[in-house]
């Protein structure tokens, strides 16, 4: 009992030595100083106190701050006592993700400690020339060749997919859930070179263990929210991003796979095969079985929960949409008859479906920010604000692309907006510039693939327990949908 009190005693001290540090410094005038319009943060969390304490989700504190300075051009927040400037002005932000990349060529996750983690040494993470070499290597596998070779394996994954959901007609489907067991088994087998089998069995380990890395519970924001703004601290206390349970398993797959394609030289069309070949053939850059490990991690990382979430979203959207949805089935059964069935041609023919994706991508984007860290010295376009090296950028994707000036009627859901243009001015789903999503068009594929199993055979409908509106759950930056997403279908 004694030890407890202690341990209170502690905290509460601490708090309050952090209390007098935050008051009694200059840090929280940062940006006072730079004359930039700001908010005055309070002690340890900055900015953003309401969603370290889950009553307020990150995209829902992110709208309030460029509604409140949509007139401004930049406005300075905190994260902790990290100071940060959050652009609102679009020539900015594109000028910051393209023109003047060579001064933002960074994103703030490079601070990771990659050799303590090192399934964190990845392309997400890496910087300079290091990250520049790496990123040739992987931009290769998102041609529309290597794709067009990849896609019966995801096609594979669809028809399974299609079965599943048949099976369970009739019934309240949680939406999420099938759909991460799908982008699992397509993400297995495309970078990992396996099959996870997580459709069949919702008892899959691959599943339980990529499940693991996406834990919303507050004891891993708290850890998160360590390693980001106090990486000395995350560094001190040994915590980890990921268990060591997930990164044993995931490494030892990789290793398994590796140790057999050597053995028995079989080759496949894979993420895993391209690295495998750098490996064997590339004399001017070292890829280790380290580095082949953690870049097919992050290939999971950055696919399995983005894909999910917007087929998730998407279908919602049709659940409610009964015309659209019925013109979106007219035009995948008309694809699929023309290509002889569900194939790399008749998906890329499938214009109302993409622009249906790409509008889910506008309005619930499943990331809705970017970062950028600033490398040199720099001074913005447009404006007299002289950014310094290792300031903090960040960049409100789902609100940029929620403004009427650049999309009217924002709310409505709208497919239309990308008839004409697939990537209109405020579109930032997939980033821009030489740090955008190199897998965009695999992501994309995949969700139209996914949509046109289902939708040649099923028709989606409002359940029950399906939520009148989408209200994002705070205890993910993600966006994910508080009451989660459910929804039946019913068989043509």
Same mark, same amino acid.
């Given at each position: 009992?004694?030890?407890?009190?202690?341990?209170?005693?502690?905290?509460?001290?601490?708090?309050?030595?952090?209390?007098?540090?935050?008051?009694?410094?200059?840090?929280?005038?940062?940006?006072?100083?730079?004359?930039?319009?700001?908010?005055?943060?309070?002690?340890?969390?900055?900015?953003?106190?309401?969603?370290?304490?889950?009553?307020?989700?990150?995209?829902?504190?992110?709208?309030?701050?460029?509604?409140?300075?949509?007139?401004?051009?930049?406005?300075?927040?905190?994260?902790?006592?990290?100071?940060?400037?959050? =652009?609102?002005?679009?020539? &900015?932000? *594109?000028? %910051? @993700?393209?023109? /003047?990349?060579?001064?933002?060529? $960074?994103?703030? !996750? +490079?601070?990771?400690?990659?050799?303590?983690?090192?399934?964190?040494?990845?392309?997400?993470?890496?910087?300079?020339?290091?990250?520049?070499?790496?990123?040739?290597?992987?931009?290769?596998?998102?041609?529309?060749?290597?794709?067009?070779?990849?896609?019966?394996?995801? =096609?594979?994954?669809?028809? &399974?997919? *299609?079965? %599943? @959901?048949?099976? /369970?007609?009739?019934?309240?489907? $949680?939406?999420? !859930? +099938?759909?991460?067991?799908?982008?699992?088994?397509?993400?297995?087998?495309?970078?990992?070179?396996?099959?996870?089998?997580?459709?069949?069995?919702?008892?899959?380990?691959?599943?339980?263990?990529?499940?693991?890395?996406?834990?919303?519970?507050?004891?891993?924001?708290?850890?998160?929210?360590?390693?980001?703004?106090?990486?000395? @601290?995350?560094?001190?206390?040994?915590?980890?991003?990921?268990?060591?349970? +997930?990164?044993?398993?995931?490494?030892?797959?990789?290793?398994?796979?590796?140790?057999?394609?050597?053995?028995?030289?079989?080759?496949?069309?894979?993420?895993?095969?391209?690295?495998?070949?750098?490996?064997?053939?590339?004399?001017?850059?070292?890829?280790?079985?380290?580095?082949?490990?953690?870049?097919?991690?992050?290939?999971? @990382?950055?696919?399995?929960?983005?894909?999910?979430?917007?087929?998730?979203?998407?279908?919602?959207?049709?659940?409610?949409?009964?015309?659209?949805?019925?013109?979106?089935?007219?035009?995948?059964?008309?694809?699929?008859?023309?290509?002889?069935?569900?194939?790399?041609?008749?998906?890329?023919?499938?214009?109302?479906?993409?622009?249906?994706?790409?509008?889910?991508?506008?309005?619930?984007?499943?990331?809705?920010?970017?970062?950028?860290?600033?490398?040199?010295?720099?001074?913005?376009?447009?404006?007299?604000?002289?950014?310094?090296?290792?300031?903090?950028?960040?960049?409100?994707?789902?609100?940029?692309?929620?403004?009427?000036?650049?999309?009217?009627?924002?709310?409505?859901?709208?497919?239309?907006?990308?008839?004409?243009?697939?990537?209109?001015?405020?579109?930032?789903?997939?980033?821009?510039?030489?740090?955008?999503?190199?897998?965009?068009?695999?992501?994309?594929?995949?969700?139209?693939?996914?949509?046109?199993?289902?939708?040649?055979?099923?028709?989606?409908?409002?359940?029950?327990?399906?939520?009148?509106?989408?209200?994002?759950?705070?205890?993910?930056?993600?966006?994910?949908?508080?009451?989660?997403?459910?929804?039946?279908?019913?068989?043509?």
């Amino acid at each position: 009992m004694w030890i407890s009190a202690l341990l209170l005693a502690f905290v509460l001290l601490l708090l309050l030595l952090l209390t007098v540090f935050h008051y009694s410094t200059n840090g929280r005038k940062y940006w006072l100083h730079r004359n930039v319009p700001y908010r005055e943060p309070c002690p340890i969390f900055g900015n953003f106190g309401a969603t370290l304490t889950m009553r307020r989700s990150y995209a829902k504190m992110l709208e309030y701050f460029y509604e409140n300075y949509r007139n401004e051009k930049y406005v300075g927040i905190f994260q902790a006592r990290r100071p940060t400037l959050l =652009v609102i002005d679009l020539d &900015i932000v *594109k000028s %910051i @993700l393209s023109k /003047e990349f060579s001064c933002f060529s $960074d994103r703030l !996750s +490079v601070s990771t400690d990659t050799r303590r983690e090192p399934l964190l040494r990845n392309l997400a993470n890496m910087s300079g020339a290091e990250w520049k070499a790496m990123r040739h290597i992987v931009t290769p596998t998102f041609s529309s060749g290597k794709m067009k070779a990849m896609f019966p394996l995801i =096609v594979d994954c669809a028809n &399974i997919l *299609k079965t %599943i @959901l048949i099976q /369970e007609s009739l019934q309240d489907v $949680d939406i999420p !859930s +099938v759909m991460c067991r799908f982008t699992t088994d397509v993400i297995g087998s495309c970078a990992f070179g396996v099959d996870p089998g997580s459709l069949k069995n919702p008892d899959s380990p691959f599943l339980i263990m990529s499940q693991k890395m996406f834990k919303t519970d507050r004891s891993t924001i708290l850890k998160r929210y360590c390693r980001a703004f106090f990486p000395k @601290l995350f560094k001190l206390l040994n915590l980890r991003t990921y268990s060591m349970e +997930v990164e044993t398993f995931f490494t030892n797959i990789i290793r398994q796979v590796l140790t057999e394609r050597r053995s028995t030289a079989v080759k496949r069309n894979d993420f895993l095969q391209l690295m495998l070949n750098v490996q064997q053939t590339e004399t001017g850059f070292d890829m280790t079985d380290a580095l082949i490990t953690s870049n097919s991690f992050i290939f999971m @990382l950055a696919g399995l929960e983005t894909s999910a979430t917007t087929l998730s979203f998407c279908l919602y959207e049709l659940a409610k949409d009964v015309d659209l949805q019925e013109s979106i089935r007219k035009e995948i059964v008309e694809c699929l008859e023309q290509y002889n069935g569900l194939n790399y041609e008749a998906v890329c023919a499938m214009r109302l479906v993409t622009q249906t994706v790409l509008e889910t991508l506008r309005m619930h984007p499943p990331t809705p920010l970017t970062t950028r860290l600033c490398t040199a010295p720099c001074t913005l376009t447009g404006t007299d604000l002289n950014v310094k090296v290792r300031d903090a950028v960040l960049i409100p994707v789902q609100c940029i692309q929620r403004d009427p000036r650049y999309f009217p009627d924002p709310d409505k859901f709208n497919p239309d907006r990308f008839k004409d243009d697939s990537s209109p001015p405020g579109f930032l789903a997939y980033g821009e510039g030489p740090r955008s999503c190199p897998g965009a068009r695999f992501a994309q594929l995949t969700v139209v693939a996914g949509l046109a199993a289902i939708l040649s055979n099923l028709v989606v409908e409002p359940c029950s327990r399906t939520t009148p509106t989408i209200n994002y759950d705070p205890r993910s930056v993600m966006l994910k949908n508080k009451g989660g997403i459910w929804l039946r279908f019913k068989p043509i």
